[in-house]
């Protein structure tokens, strides 16, 4: 299951299984799911994971593959035998690649797709050399995503109304980087509040820092679920 009545998906960005096991634990009743990220993976692997994974909250694992399509092909095989509910790759890794993962998932898990990261603008865009800006960008990734058999998308809380638009409304959506009204907004660059962002659309909210390195982290979480009227 990787869409529950709660959108909140808390990113448990840490190397040390302990912290991430005792903020998922303060968390749990909060939110709707747990992401585990490249710094947790490089740190911990599998056996990590799979500790994350046996709280028995939907486990996003945002590792990001990009690499030619057998070897993703081979890591998500490997991935889904360890229960988690969402793997992400990277779009910009082709339509091939794209369908070889979804292809080795089966119906283990969801495969989306990662458009344009939350932390580029237009003008690290027009460096990258993408010179349609970051938005047209995730719009143009989506829609071959769709079309590559993906389950949804990664995505920028102000690319979901052009996402939807082009990709329907049974395409989830994972909004990553949303801040409450007055949170740090650290390095996220095009970023809405979790309610702005839920109402334009998106079926997951990814949170990190806000929750995380609150003093208090089930109360920031409780305070996320409130402000999304839950
Ligand atoms: O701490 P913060 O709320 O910024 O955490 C956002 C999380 O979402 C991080 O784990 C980051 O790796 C992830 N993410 C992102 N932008 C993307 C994809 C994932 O910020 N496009």
Redesign the pocket.
């Known amino acids: 299951m990787t869409t529950t009545a709660n959108p909140v998906y808390v990113?448990l960005?840490t190397p040390d299984v302990k912290t991430a096991l005792a903020i998922a634990k303060a968390v749990a009743p909060h939110v709707g799911g747990l992401?585990v990220?490249?710094?947790f993976t490089m740190a911990n692997g599998p056996e990590g994971i799979k500790a994350i994974v046996a709280l028995g909250k939907p486990v996003f694992l945002?590792v990001?593959l990009h690499d030619i399509p057998t070897t993703v092909a081979g890591a998500v095989k490997a991935l889904v035998g360890l229960g988690v509910s969402i793997i992400?790759v990277h779009t910009a890794g082709g339509q091939a690649m794209m369908r070889a993962a979804k292809d080795a998932a089966g119906d283990k898990a969801k495969i989306i797709g990662?458009?344009?990261?939350?932390?580029l603008d237009d003008s690290d865009m027009d460096l990258i050399g993408y010179a349609e800006g970051a938005t047209m960008q995730a719009l143009r990734l989506a829609h071959l995503a769709r079309a590559s058999g993906l389950d949804g998308v990664?995505?920028?809380a102000t690319d979901l109304t052009g996402v939807r638009a082009a990709c329907g409304p049974d395409f989830l959506t994972v909004v990553?980087?949303?801040?409450p009204l007055g949170a740090d907004v650290?390095?996220?660059k095009r970023f809405m509040t979790p309610d702005a962002a839920r109402k334009a659309g998106a079926d997951i909210l990814?949170?990190?820092?806000?929750?995380?390195?609150a003093a208090d982290p089930a109360a920031a979480a409780r305070a996320v679920a409130a402000s999304l009227g839950l």
């Open positions: 990113a960005d992401k990220g490249l710094e945002d990001k992400n990662v458009t344009v990261l939350t932390s990664v995505c920028g990553p980087g949303s801040r650290n390095d996220q990814i949170l990190g820092r806000p929750v995380t390195a």
